[in-house]
């Protein structure tokens, strides 16, 4: 298993940006073959699924249609760290993020992806909040 900590969350007005950062506080373990998804709750609802994801094998990102064109998903294997950019963030992404790795992705649909063979469990999440 792996454990991840997201961090970087805070409060932001409408149409602000922030970055959050997954990373691994577990030595020896290195994030840049892993998949990662991003994932968030909302206030009063479930978690849901996969808002993005960034291959493993080649870095090919992946995103809902909700989000794309508003976030994105880079990796830095220097810094062992995998990066959620909120870009135009909108009242409705207020929420806690959380991140996940696993083995790879499919791509059940036309659009958005899925981790297979999870290889974390839910971290602590970092909280969002878009407010005026």
């Known amino acids: 298993q792996v454990q991840l900590v997201e961090s970087g969350g805070g409060l932001v007005q409408p149409g602000g940006s922030l970055r959050l950062s997954c990373t691994t506080v577990v030595a020896g373990v290195t994030l840049e073959n892993y998949a990662i998804g991003w994932f968030r709750q909302a206030p009063g609802k479930e978690r849901g699924g996969e808002l993005g994801c960034i291959s493993g094998v080649d870095n090919s990102t992946y995103y809902e249609p909700y989000v794309e064109g508003r976030f994105t998903i880079s990796r830095d294997n220097a810094k062992n760290t995998v990066y959620l950019h909120l870009n135009n963030l909108e009242p409705e992404d207020t929420a806690v993020y959380f991140c996940?790795?696993?083995?790879?992705?499919?791509?059940?649909?036309?659009?958005?992806?899925?981790?297979?063979?999870?290889?974390?469990?839910w971290g602590q999440g970092t909280q969002v909040t878009v407010s005026a």
């Open positions: 996940r790795a696993g083995l790879r992705i499919t791509r059940p649909t036309l659009t958005g992806c899925r981790l297979v063979g999870l290889m974390s469990s």
